[in-house]
Protein backbone atom coordinates (compact mmCIF):
# COMPACT_ATOMS: atom_id res chain seq x y z
CA UNK A 1 0.00 0.00 0.00
CA UNK A 2 0.99 3.73 -0.86
CA UNK A 3 0.15 4.63 2.35
CA UNK A 4 3.26 2.66 4.04
CA UNK A 5 5.85 4.54 1.99
CA UNK A 6 7.83 7.00 3.64
CA UNK A 7 5.30 7.11 6.91
CA UNK A 8 8.09 5.89 9.21
CA UNK A 9 10.90 7.92 7.31
CA UNK A 10 10.90 10.24 10.40
CA UNK A 11 9.98 7.71 13.30
CA UNK A 12 13.55 5.62 12.08
CA UNK A 13 15.25 8.81 11.77
CA UNK A 14 14.19 9.16 15.49
CA UNK A 15 14.76 5.66 16.94
CA UNK A 16 18.10 4.87 15.57
CA UNK A 17 18.51 6.39 12.05
CA UNK A 18 17.31 2.94 10.57
CA UNK A 19 18.31 1.40 6.97
CA UNK A 20 15.94 -0.15 4.09
CA UNK A 21 14.50 -3.09 4.90
CA UNK A 22 15.22 -6.67 4.47
CA UNK A 23 12.83 -9.67 6.24
CA UNK A 24 14.42 -11.62 9.14
CA UNK A 25 13.19 -13.71 11.98
CA UNK A 26 9.63 -14.10 13.31
CA UNK A 27 7.15 -11.79 15.23
CA UNK A 28 3.58 -11.99 15.62
CA UNK A 29 0.28 -9.57 16.31
CA UNK A 30 -2.56 -11.01 17.60
CA UNK A 31 -6.37 -10.00 19.03
CA UNK A 32 -7.57 -10.88 22.87
CA UNK A 33 -9.57 -12.37 23.32
CA UNK A 34 -9.64 -14.23 20.08
CA UNK A 35 -13.65 -15.12 20.99
CA UNK A 36 -15.97 -13.52 22.69
CA UNK A 37 -19.94 -13.30 22.47
CA UNK A 38 -22.03 -10.19 22.55
CA UNK A 39 -26.14 -9.72 23.07
CA UNK A 40 -27.43 -6.75 20.65
CA UNK A 41 -26.49 -3.60 22.12
CA UNK A 42 -23.15 -5.07 24.35
CA UNK A 43 -19.83 -4.04 23.28
CA UNK A 44 -16.57 -5.62 24.05
CA UNK A 45 -12.86 -4.52 24.11
CA UNK A 46 -10.50 -6.37 22.25
CA UNK A 47 -6.43 -5.66 22.83
CA UNK A 48 -3.87 -5.43 20.04
CA UNK A 49 -0.65 -7.42 21.39
CA UNK A 50 2.56 -7.72 19.67
CA UNK A 51 4.71 -11.21 20.72
CA UNK A 52 8.28 -11.78 19.97
CA UNK A 53 10.62 -14.16 19.83
CA UNK A 54 12.40 -14.29 23.20
CA UNK A 55 14.58 -17.30 22.34
CA UNK A 56 15.73 -15.18 19.51
CA UNK A 57 16.26 -12.33 21.05
CA UNK A 58 14.37 -10.32 18.80
CA UNK A 59 13.10 -6.70 19.54
CA UNK A 60 10.18 -4.94 18.13
CA UNK A 61 10.35 -1.25 18.13
CA UNK A 62 7.76 0.04 15.22
CA UNK A 63 4.16 -2.03 14.10
CA UNK A 64 1.81 -0.22 11.00
CA UNK A 65 -1.42 -2.10 11.52
CA UNK A 66 -4.14 -2.24 9.30
CA UNK A 67 -7.20 -4.17 10.91
CA UNK A 68 -10.24 -4.58 9.36
CA UNK A 69 -13.49 -6.05 10.71
CA UNK A 70 -17.32 -7.20 9.25
CA UNK A 71 -20.36 -5.29 8.56
CA UNK A 72 -22.14 -6.77 11.51
CA UNK A 73 -20.05 -4.85 13.70
CA UNK A 74 -19.10 -1.00 14.91
CA UNK A 75 -16.16 0.15 16.43
CA UNK A 76 -16.93 2.67 19.23
CA UNK A 77 -13.28 4.19 19.99
CA UNK A 78 -9.83 2.90 20.36
CA UNK A 79 -7.57 3.67 23.49
CA UNK A 80 -3.88 3.95 23.73
CA UNK A 81 -3.75 4.76 27.42
CA UNK A 82 -1.70 0.71 27.73
CA UNK A 83 0.11 1.19 24.74
CA UNK A 84 2.99 0.30 25.02
CA UNK A 85 4.42 2.99 22.44
CA UNK A 86 5.75 6.06 23.25
CA UNK A 87 5.80 7.58 19.73
CA UNK A 88 2.94 8.07 17.06
CA UNK A 89 3.05 8.14 13.21
CA UNK A 90 -0.56 8.18 13.05
CA UNK A 91 -2.61 7.78 15.71
CA UNK A 92 -5.42 4.79 16.11
CA UNK A 93 -8.00 6.15 13.11
CA UNK A 94 -11.29 4.33 12.50
CA UNK A 95 -12.47 4.80 8.96
CA UNK A 96 -15.94 3.59 8.55
CA UNK A 97 -16.50 3.74 4.68
CA UNK A 98 -13.47 1.27 4.67
CA UNK A 99 -13.92 -0.69 7.65
CA UNK A 100 -10.64 -0.21 8.61
CA UNK A 101 -8.66 0.80 11.49
CA UNK A 102 -5.10 2.00 11.08
CA UNK A 103 -2.45 3.43 12.98
CA UNK A 104 1.52 3.36 13.12
CA UNK A 105 3.99 4.14 15.72
CA UNK A 106 7.11 2.35 18.04
CA UNK A 107 9.04 2.39 21.19
CA UNK A 108 12.49 3.65 21.52
CA UNK A 109 14.68 0.18 22.24
CA UNK A 110 12.48 -1.87 20.95
CA UNK A 111 9.75 -4.28 22.59
CA UNK A 112 11.62 -7.80 23.55
CA UNK A 113 8.68 -9.28 25.17
CA UNK A 114 7.54 -10.43 28.67
CA UNK A 115 10.62 -8.98 31.47
CA UNK A 116 11.31 -11.86 33.94
CA UNK A 117 9.38 -11.83 36.71
CA UNK A 118 6.45 -9.73 35.61
CA UNK A 119 3.00 -11.44 35.50
CA UNK A 120 1.47 -9.40 33.37
CA UNK A 121 1.00 -9.19 29.82
CA UNK A 122 2.77 -5.86 28.91
CA UNK A 123 2.23 -6.19 25.18
CA UNK A 124 -0.50 -4.15 24.17
CA UNK A 125 -0.39 -1.52 20.98
CA UNK A 126 -3.97 -0.67 21.56
CA UNK A 127 -7.38 -0.93 22.56
CA UNK A 128 -10.45 -1.50 20.41
CA UNK A 129 -13.94 -0.99 22.06
CA UNK A 130 -16.26 -2.90 19.22
CA UNK A 131 -20.38 -2.94 19.67
CA UNK A 132 -23.11 -4.99 18.39
CA UNK A 133 -25.79 -2.87 16.99
CA UNK A 134 -28.70 -2.76 19.17
CA UNK A 135 -31.19 -2.26 16.47
CA UNK A 136 -30.54 -3.98 12.82
CA UNK A 137 -31.01 -2.00 10.04
CA UNK A 138 -31.46 -3.64 7.01
CA UNK A 139 -30.41 -7.05 5.44
CA UNK A 140 -29.04 -8.07 2.07
CA UNK A 141 -26.28 -9.74 2.48
CA UNK A 142 -24.46 -9.08 6.15
CA UNK A 143 -24.40 -12.13 8.33
CA UNK A 144 -25.57 -11.31 11.77
CA UNK A 145 -24.83 -14.15 13.52
CA UNK A 146 -20.80 -13.76 13.62
CA UNK A 147 -18.77 -11.10 13.38
CA UNK A 148 -14.42 -11.21 12.54
CA UNK A 149 -11.40 -9.07 13.40
CA UNK A 150 -8.61 -9.24 11.29
CA UNK A 151 -5.15 -7.66 10.20
CA UNK A 152 -4.51 -7.27 6.78
CA UNK A 153 -1.76 -8.06 4.10
CA UNK A 154 -0.48 -4.37 4.70
CA UNK A 155 0.54 -4.66 8.49
CA UNK A 156 4.00 -4.23 9.13
CA UNK A 157 6.67 -4.70 12.02
CA UNK A 158 9.98 -3.67 12.68
CA UNK A 159 12.80 -5.17 14.19
CA UNK A 160 14.88 -3.07 16.49
CA UNK A 161 18.21 -3.84 14.77
CA UNK A 162 19.76 -0.71 13.25
CA UNK A 163 18.80 -1.75 9.84
CA UNK A 164 14.80 -1.20 9.65
CA UNK A 165 14.24 -5.07 9.28
CA UNK A 166 11.11 -5.92 8.73
CA UNK A 167 10.05 -8.96 10.89
CA UNK A 168 8.63 -12.34 9.39
CA UNK A 169 5.15 -11.46 10.27
CA UNK A 170 2.28 -13.84 12.06
CA UNK A 171 -1.19 -12.67 12.58
CA UNK A 172 -4.21 -13.91 14.44
CA UNK A 173 -7.47 -12.27 14.29
CA UNK A 174 -10.42 -12.71 16.49
CA UNK A 175 -14.17 -13.57 16.44
CA UNK A 176 -17.20 -12.54 17.42
CA UNK A 177 -20.73 -14.71 18.02
CA UNK A 178 -23.43 -12.28 17.83
CA UNK A 179 -26.79 -13.29 19.31
CA UNK A 180 -29.96 -12.23 18.30
CA UNK A 181 -31.13 -11.02 21.70
CA UNK A 182 -31.07 -8.07 23.39
CA UNK A 183 -29.08 -7.75 26.13
CA UNK A 184 -30.74 -7.67 29.48
CA UNK A 185 -28.39 -5.35 30.84
CA UNK A 186 -26.38 -3.49 28.14
CA UNK A 187 -22.91 -4.55 28.60
CA UNK A 188 -20.18 -2.10 28.37
CA UNK A 189 -17.22 -1.77 29.97
CA UNK A 190 -15.69 1.04 28.41
CA UNK A 191 -18.40 3.53 29.02
CA UNK A 192 -17.77 2.86 32.63
CA UNK A 193 -14.05 3.60 32.13
CA UNK A 194 -14.72 6.70 30.88
CA UNK A 195 -16.96 8.25 33.52
CA UNK A 196 -14.29 6.62 36.03
CA UNK A 197 -11.28 8.49 34.85
CA UNK A 198 -10.78 11.66 36.27
CA UNK A 199 -6.53 11.87 36.13
CA UNK A 200 -5.55 14.48 33.61
CA UNK A 201 -3.17 13.39 31.27
CA UNK A 202 0.50 13.10 32.26
CA UNK A 203 3.08 16.18 32.21
CA UNK A 204 4.78 16.38 29.01
CA UNK A 205 6.98 19.35 27.76
CA UNK A 206 6.95 21.35 24.55
CA UNK A 207 10.41 21.21 22.17
CA UNK A 208 10.80 24.04 19.56
CA UNK A 209 13.03 22.22 16.82
CA UNK A 210 15.18 25.05 15.29
CA UNK A 211 14.49 25.49 11.00
CA UNK A 212 16.85 22.66 9.04
CA UNK A 213 16.31 20.82 5.63
CA UNK A 214 14.16 18.14 7.03
CA UNK A 215 11.19 20.90 8.16
CA UNK A 216 12.02 23.11 4.99
CA UNK A 217 13.09 25.96 6.86
CA UNK A 218 10.61 26.33 9.70
CA UNK A 219 10.18 26.05 13.08
CA UNK A 220 7.41 23.15 14.29
CA UNK A 221 7.19 21.86 18.29
CA UNK A 222 7.73 18.05 19.07
CA UNK A 223 5.25 17.05 22.20
CA UNK A 224 3.81 13.79 23.63
CA UNK A 225 2.39 12.54 26.51
CA UNK A 226 0.49 9.67 28.05
CA UNK A 227 -2.80 8.84 30.04
CA UNK A 228 -2.77 5.42 31.52
CA UNK A 229 -6.05 5.23 32.16
CA UNK A 230 -8.44 5.98 28.69
CA UNK A 231 -5.71 7.15 26.89
CA UNK A 232 -5.21 10.22 24.88
CA UNK A 233 -8.43 11.30 22.45
CA UNK A 234 -6.70 14.68 20.56
CA UNK A 235 -3.84 17.29 21.13
CA UNK A 236 -4.69 20.89 20.55
CA UNK A 237 -2.11 23.72 20.07
CA UNK A 238 -2.75 27.36 20.77
CA UNK A 239 -0.67 30.52 19.49
CA UNK A 240 -0.92 33.38 22.23
CA UNK A 241 0.62 36.60 20.44
CA UNK A 242 2.17 37.87 23.84
CA UNK A 243 3.16 41.74 23.92
CA UNK A 244 6.02 43.49 22.12
CA UNK A 245 7.56 47.25 23.13
CA UNK A 246 5.15 47.34 26.38
CA UNK A 247 2.65 48.93 24.12
CA UNK A 248 1.25 46.33 21.97
CA UNK A 249 -0.91 43.43 22.28
CA UNK A 250 -1.06 41.28 19.47
CA UNK A 251 -4.91 39.67 19.88
CA UNK A 252 -4.06 37.69 22.27
CA UNK A 253 -7.88 36.94 23.58
CA UNK A 254 -8.83 36.08 19.88
CA UNK A 255 -6.33 33.35 19.75
CA UNK A 256 -7.80 29.98 18.79
CA UNK A 257 -7.14 26.55 20.19
CA UNK A 258 -6.30 24.26 16.77
CA UNK A 259 -6.42 20.17 16.90
CA UNK A 260 -3.04 19.01 16.13
CA UNK A 261 -0.76 16.22 16.26
CA UNK A 262 3.22 16.42 16.81
CA UNK A 263 5.26 17.32 14.72
CA UNK A 264 3.67 20.40 14.19
CA UNK A 265 4.61 23.40 12.35
CA UNK A 266 3.85 26.74 13.68
CA UNK A 267 2.11 29.48 12.16
CA UNK A 268 3.81 32.34 13.87
CA UNK A 269 7.28 31.81 12.44
CA UNK A 270 8.89 34.92 14.33
CA UNK A 271 8.12 33.18 17.41
CA UNK A 272 6.27 36.32 18.81
CA UNK A 273 3.94 33.70 20.60
CA UNK A 274 3.51 31.73 23.71
CA UNK A 275 2.79 28.06 22.39
CA UNK A 276 0.90 26.14 24.23
CA UNK A 277 -0.27 22.26 23.77
CA UNK A 278 -3.51 20.81 25.50
CA UNK A 279 -3.54 17.36 25.95
CA UNK A 280 -6.88 15.71 26.14
CA UNK A 281 -7.78 12.10 27.41
CA UNK A 282 -11.33 10.14 26.06
CA UNK A 283 -12.39 11.36 29.35
CA UNK A 284 -12.46 15.04 28.56
CA UNK A 285 -9.94 15.51 31.44
CA UNK A 286 -6.95 18.08 30.36
CA UNK A 287 -3.19 18.79 30.64
CA UNK A 288 -1.62 22.07 29.06
CA UNK A 289 1.95 22.48 28.89
CA UNK A 290 3.28 26.06 28.00
CA UNK A 291 6.16 27.42 25.82
CA UNK A 292 7.94 31.23 25.70
CA UNK A 293 10.21 31.12 22.65
CA UNK A 294 13.74 33.03 23.81
CA UNK A 295 14.00 36.48 22.99
CA UNK A 296 16.82 35.77 21.19
CA UNK A 297 14.89 34.05 18.85
CA UNK A 298 12.16 36.06 18.43
CA UNK A 299 11.65 38.89 15.53
CA UNK A 300 9.23 40.95 13.91
CA UNK A 301 6.81 39.85 11.97
CA UNK A 302 5.36 41.77 8.68
CA UNK A 303 2.58 43.06 10.51
CA UNK A 304 4.47 44.25 12.93
CA UNK A 305 6.81 46.17 11.17
CA UNK A 306 4.36 47.76 9.47
CA UNK A 307 2.40 49.09 12.29
CA UNK A 308 6.01 50.17 13.40
CA UNK A 309 6.44 52.15 10.07
CA UNK A 310 2.89 53.32 10.37
CA UNK A 311 3.61 54.47 14.18
CA UNK A 312 6.75 56.54 13.10
CA UNK A 313 4.92 58.05 10.54
CA UNK A 314 2.31 59.14 12.46
CA UNK A 315 5.27 60.57 14.80
CA UNK A 316 6.73 62.11 12.34
CA UNK A 317 3.66 63.61 10.79
CA UNK A 318 3.11 65.07 13.89
CA UNK A 319 6.48 66.40 14.67
CA UNK A 320 6.32 68.06 11.19
CA UNK A 321 2.95 69.76 12.05
CA UNK A 322 4.23 71.13 15.38
CA UNK A 323 8.12 72.18 13.77
CA UNK A 324 5.33 74.32 10.95
CA UNK A 325 3.51 75.60 13.97
CA UNK A 326 6.36 76.60 15.95
CA UNK A 327 7.90 78.89 12.81
CA UNK A 328 4.46 80.21 11.84
CA UNK A 329 4.24 81.56 15.45
CA UNK A 330 7.70 82.65 15.64
CA UNK A 331 7.22 84.44 12.28
CA UNK A 332 4.13 86.22 13.07
CA UNK A 333 5.59 87.33 16.52
CA UNK A 334 8.99 88.71 14.61
CA UNK A 335 6.67 90.29 12.01
CA UNK A 336 4.12 92.24 14.72
CA UNK A 337 7.65 93.19 16.56
CA UNK A 338 9.16 94.36 13.37
CA UNK A 339 5.83 97.11 12.88
CA UNK A 340 5.68 98.04 16.24
CA UNK A 341 9.03 101.07 15.68
CA UNK A 342 7.25 102.06 12.59
CA UNK A 343 4.55 102.74 14.35
CA UNK A 344 6.13 104.58 17.09
CA UNK A 345 8.20 107.13 14.73
CA UNK A 346 4.75 107.66 13.13
CA UNK A 347 3.29 108.84 16.99
CA UNK A 348 6.47 111.10 17.37
CA UNK A 349 6.22 113.28 14.05
CA UNK A 350 2.67 113.96 14.67
CA UNK A 351 3.51 115.22 18.27
CA UNK A 352 6.29 117.19 17.16
CA UNK A 353 3.99 119.14 14.19
CA UNK A 354 1.04 119.74 16.72
CA UNK A 355 3.64 121.41 19.66
CA UNK A 356 5.00 123.68 16.08
CA UNK A 357 1.10 124.81 15.25
Known amino acids: MKRMSGRFSW ?29 RGDSVTMAVR ?3 DENARECVNAVDAVISYSQSIE ?9 IFSMWVESPTINRESRTITFAGGIPNGYCGRVVGDPRLTNVLAEIVFRSPGVLVGGGDVDRTKAEVFFEDATTAYLNDGFGTKASLTTYGAKIALNDRLGTELKNDWRTEVAADNIPPEPFTIELVTPGSESRGQYYIVFNTTDKQTGI ?26 EARSPYVLQDQNLNSIIRVKAIDKAGNEYVAHFIPEDSLRTLSQASMIMVLFIILIVLLV ?9 YIKRKHQQRKDSLPEENEGDAEEVIETEHD
Do not use: C, K
Open 319 to 327: LAIVITLIR
Open 233 to 258: DQYQVMEEPISQFRSFRWGASDAPWI
Open 11 to 39: LYFSLLFLAAPSVSSAASLYIDPATSELN
Open 75 to 83: PIDVSVGDS
Open 50 to 52: VDT
